[in-house]
């Protein structure tokens, strides 16, 4: 029974932490209504959990899933309605789960199998990168991620690299700091990296390392307005859940003119992107306790990202940052999975009010300790690894993973070439 209590208070922490940046993604995605993205979430997350068989794997709205999906269908660039959003993903979505199957029916998973581990290693570092250049701007600037959208005196590179840039030229820029921000997201970051140590080693419930600044912090920007907040959220009206099965038949007809009234060419970029995020998922595998079929995540995957489909919802993949959040708090249950997918549904009329004070650097410190080992303290990437973590940080998850298996290709063909010499000799 205590095993059910902690899963569940497990679940209702990691919504805590999980809202602003299900928002944020959905942000980037130029979403109309960012809330809308919440009860969407539920119903897929509890598909990927009934058919992982790796539990401790948390599924959404990712890092890169967002970044892929938005670069695919230019939505940097939209302006239509909610419905028309809706209908624009949701056609996205319903085709890259087409594609995640036929992946899942190929010796795809098996050849993905064998693939050379230091790549994975490195998908996962550059990952670990993005999410960490996500939430540092609001752990050191006022006014958070706002600061990095000035381009004015930087090259405009492809892919991630004006963000990079970006934050590397605010670090230069001492006016826009603040010491309050700096001084919550870097005691945010002690505190849950420390915390078995401050508390002299003794055995609390799963997650009070993150729960404790996190109470702290919004109870100090609750009594000292100021700081940069998650704010409050007006919920979208209606039924949180609306099924639109019509998009099974009309997809198509949404996104050809996107892409050339092409059908190869539709096909083969979401194929690419189904691919890449199953390989975003076992970059993730090796931090659990993955199981010895891990091609059961590609079936996941697939029915997942139907199912958010159905509700109007965005592509689903491995979420690498919620998944080691996670990870701290020793959850590995399908009961913390399914309390958050509720808590989405059916909580977000209790949960909203209770973070709408917290300041942005608290929760970038909780992102910051749960990604900083992915960064900086990486093993075993060597070259192709490195190669693949420059790409997939400083460009995007596809060029990173093109970048290390050309690499790989040249090395292993290297090495051939050496041995069959030596046979000759």
Excluded at 390 to 395: F, Q
Aim: charged share 10%.
């Amino acid at each position: 029974m205590s095993a059910y209590i902690s899963s569940i208070l497990s679940g209702l922490l990691l919504s805590l932490t999980s809202l602003p940046q299900l928002i944020s993604y959905s942000t980037s995605l130029s979403s109309p209504s960012p809330l809308s993205s919440l009860p969407q979430a539920s119903l897929p997350l509890i598909a990927w959990t009934l058919l992982s068989t790796d539990p401790a794997l948390l599924c959404g709205l990712t890092a890169v899933t967002s970044a892929m999906a938005g670069n695919d269908l230019g939505m940097d660039k939209f302006t239509g309605t909610t419905s028309e959003y809706n209908t624009l993903i949701s056609s996205y979505t319903f085709l890259t789960s087409l594609t995640a199957f036929l992946l899942y029916l190929t010796p795809f998973p098996t050849l993905c199998s064998s693939l050379d581990t230091r790549i994975l290693k490195g998908f996962k570092t550059g990952c670990s990168f993005h999410i960490l250049l996500g939430c540092a701007p609001d752990g050191l600037f006022l006014t958070g991620k706002k600061a990095m959208s000035s381009t004015e005196g930087l090259p405009q590179f492809f892919g991630g690299a004006n963000k990079t840039y970006r934050f590397l030229f605010n670090l230069t820029n001492f006016e826009i700091f603040h010491f309050e921000t700096v001084a919550i997201f870097l005691a945010t970051f002690f505190i849950v990296r420390n915390f078995s140590k401050l508390t002299f080693n003794i055995k609390l419930m799963p997650g009070i390392n993150v729960l404790t600044p996190m109470i702290l912090f919004t109870y100090y920007s609750y009594l000292n307005p100021g700081l940069s907040i998650i704010g409050k959220f007006t919920l979208p009206s209606g039924s949180p859940i609306t099924l639109t099965p019509s998009i099974l038949l009309t997809s198509h007809t949404t996104l050809l003119p996107l892409f050339n009234n092409s059908y190869l060419q539709l096909f083969l970029t979401s194929l690419l992107f189904s691919a890449v995020n199953y390989m975003s998922v076992l970059s993730i595998l090796p931090a659990l306790k993955p199981t010895s079929k891990p091609e059961n995540n590609l079936l996941a995957q697939s029915v997942s990202s139907l199912v958010s489909a159905l509700v109007g919802g965005p592509p689903i993949g491995a979420s690498l940052s919620r998944t080691l959040t996670a990870k701290m708090f020793n959850v590995e249950s399908v009961v913390t999975n399914i309390t958050i997918a509720l808590v989405y549904v059916l909580g977000l009329n209790v949960l909203l009010p209770l973070v709408e004070y917290t300041p942005r650097a608290c929760l970038g410190g909780v992102l910051g300790s749960a990604v900083f080992n992915a960064v900086f303290k990486a093993k075993g990437l060597e070259g192709v690894g490195w190669v693949t973590a420059v790409g997939v940080g400083i460009c995007s998850p596809n060029v990173g993973l093109g970048m290390g298996c050309a690499v790989w290709g040249i090395e292993f063909l290297g090495n051939y070439g050496k041995v069959e010499k030596k046979k000759k000799e």
